[in-house]
């Protein structure tokens, strides 16, 4: 099964960095590019993704309120959402984990640290 990636960064070089990198990965596929979290927000009602790579700080609607909205939104409320920042802050993670986020990343992760974590948000719960 190809699991369905929305990417969600206010930064064009991320975003092709990361579908770069999951070009690259078998059964892993880039549905969507998003500049601000309204754009992830309707881009993933537009695309259902499986998992959703998000920056925390965009213009407009920051990417944790995009996560709430994404999460409390019955029609996509199954796509998996991983925050991604370059700020490592306690603050951060935790506004992340309560807007319903499935991971928490900082962008200086490993290529294969990157895939797993895809690999691993897509998977259902036990």
Request: proline share 5%; aromatic share 4%.
């Amino acid at each position: 099964m190809t699991v369905r990636v929305l990417l969600a960064d206010d930064q064009a070089l991320v975003r092709a960095g990361f579908r770069g990198l999951l070009a690259r990965t078998r059964d892993v596929a880039v549905v969507g590019e998003a500049a601000t979290g309204d754009e992830a927000v309707r881009l993933a009602k537009a695309t259902h993704p499986d998992v959703i790579l998000m920056d925390i700080r965009m213009p407009g609607t920051d990417g944790i309120t995009a996560t709430r909205l994404i999460v409390a939104d019955p029609a996509i409320s199954d796509c998996r959402v991983i925050i991604l920042t370059t700020f490592d802050t306690d603050e951060y993670l935790f506004a992340a984990l309560r807007a319903g986020a499935s991971g928490f990343l900082t962008k200086e992760i490993e290529p294969s640290e990157l895939r797993r974590a895809v690999a691993a948000a897509e998977r259902p719960l036990p």
